[in-house]
């Protein structure tokens, strides 16, 4: 084993190099910032690696926030210095629980800067380590910017987090209408309600308007989350809800929104993604222009 080889094997186990699942990307995205992107990726992420999956969570919205402050880790190297051919992808994997990963980022602005480098075949087949993986949940940041849109399409499945706030619905519709050029589902949660009924009166009104206005669009209800003081206090003592609280009201409801996301999935995707793979996504990615 070359010393790159060792150093992965260290952080993921050695059955798992060279190992090639076909990753699902998963996109978190919201039209409006701070409804609760970060915090459900770094849960649902906890949760789906929970049942023995391998998880990889993308760090792609480097704000206030950021996924690594709320795991609790200080990452030194992101996914740029890869992109860059300063290091491997084992100089920046960083594993949080057993078979939950962080690969920290930069915005998708940076990100996506690349796309012209003459690296890019070098980068490719670097971050085919990560093909092991089972799923790729990627905090994408919140707008309906470029980078963003770029990372929606290249994803297998997009969660759109709203929050029942009159702007953040706007808002989130409007991130719908701007990815409705072509057939595409998209899961939504609403997060902090007051009530379920709350979270259904949110989503049946988005529904109806892209029902109206938007026929590519097919909107799905991924499950609302409640307004919580629990979360609010993991978010703040960095630790991970689902962890600490698994069997509590909040971090149950997210478990029961991750079980009707992994149904989703083994129903299959709409297209067939060209190329799969990490490889496969960041081509899909970089490749859009
Ligand atoms: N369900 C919830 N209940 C209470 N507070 C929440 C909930 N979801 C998120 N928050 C709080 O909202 C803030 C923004 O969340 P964050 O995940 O950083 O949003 P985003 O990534 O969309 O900007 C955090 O401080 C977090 O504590
Ligand atoms: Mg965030």
């Given at each position: 084993?070359?010393?790159?080889?060792?150093?992965?094997?260290?952080?993921?186990?050695?059955?798992?190099?060279?190992?090639?699942?076909?990753?699902?990307?998963?996109?978190?995205?919201?039209?409006?910032?701070?409804?609760?992107?970060?915090?459900?990726?770094?849960?649902?992420?906890?949760?789906?690696?929970?049942?023995?999956?391998?998880?990889g969570?993308?760090?792609?919205?480097?704000?206030?926030a950021?996924?690594?402050?709320?795991?609790?880790?200080?990452?030194?190297?992101?996914?740029?210095?890869?992109?860059?051919?300063?290091?491997?992808?084992?100089?920046?994997?960083?594993?949080?629980?057993?078979?939950?990963?962080?690969?920290?980022?930069?915005?998708?602005?940076?990100?996506?800067?690349?796309r012209?480098?003459?690296?890019?075949?070098?980068?490719?087949?670097?971050?085919?380590?990560?093909?092991?993986?089972?799923?790729?949940?990627?905090?994408?940041?919140?707008?309906?910017?470029?980078?963003?849109?770029?990372f929606?399409?290249?994803?297998?499945?997009?969660?759109?987090?709203?929050?029942?706030?009159?702007?953040?619905?706007?808002?989130?519709?409007?991130?719908?209408?701007?990815?409705?050029d072509?057939?595409?589902?998209?899961?939504?949660?609403?997060?902090q309600t007051?009530?379920?009924?709350?979270?259904?009166?949110?989503?049946?009104?988005?529904?109806?308007?892209?029902?109206?206005?938007?026929?590519?669009?097919?909107?799905i209800?991924?499950?609302?989350?409640?307004?919580?003081?629990?979360?609010a206090?993991?978010?703040?003592?960095?630790?991970?809800?689902?962890?600490?609280?698994?069997?509590?009201?909040?971090?149950?409801?997210?478990?029961?929104?991750a079980?009707?996301?992994?149904?989703?999935?083994?129903?299959?995707?709409?297209?067939?993604k060209?190329?799969?793979?990490?490889?496969?996504?960041?081509?899909r990615?970089?490749?859009?222009?």
């Open positions: 084993m070359t010393n790159q080889a060792q150093k992965l094997a260290e952080i993921v186990g050695s059955q798992h190099i060279g190992k090639s699942v076909k990753t699902k990307f998963i996109a978190v995205t919201s039209g409006k910032g701070g409804v609760g992107k970060t915090t459900i990726s770094a849960n649902m992420g906890y949760i789906l690696a929970q049942s023995g999956a391998q998880v969570l993308l760090d792609a919205d480097i704000g206030l950021n996924l690594d402050l709320m795991l609790g880790v200080k990452p030194e190297k992101t996914i740029l210095s890869i992109m860059r051919g300063e290091c491997g992808v084992e100089d920046i994997l960083m594993r949080i629980d057993k078979t939950l990963y962080l690969i920290p980022g930069e915005n998708g602005g940076d990100i996506l800067k690349f012209e480098s003459y690296a890019l075949e070098r980068f490719y087949d670097e971050i085919k380590k990560l093909d092991f993986l089972d799923y790729l949940v990627v905090d994408t940041g919140a707008g309906i910017g470029e980078s963003v849109q770029t929606l399409k290249a994803a297998d499945e997009t969660i759109i987090v709203t929050t029942p706030d009159p702007a953040a619905i706007t808002d989130a519709y409007s991130m719908m209408k701007t990815l409705s072509s057939p595409k589902r998209l899961l939504m949660i609403v997060n007051h009530s379920d009924r709350e979270g259904d009166r949110v989503f049946a009104g988005i529904a109806k308007v892209a029902a109206k206005n938007l026929p590519n669009i097919e909107p209800l991924l499950g609302s989350l409640p307004k919580d003081d629990e979360i206090q993991s978010v703040r003592g960095r630790y991970l809800f689902a962890k600490e609280s698994g069997g509590l009201r909040t971090g149950a409801r997210l478990n029961e929104i079980r009707k996301l992994l149904r989703f999935m083994e129903r299959g995707v709409l297209e067939t060209r190329g799969s793979g990490f490889g496969g996504f960041f081509k990615l970089l490749d859009q222009f």
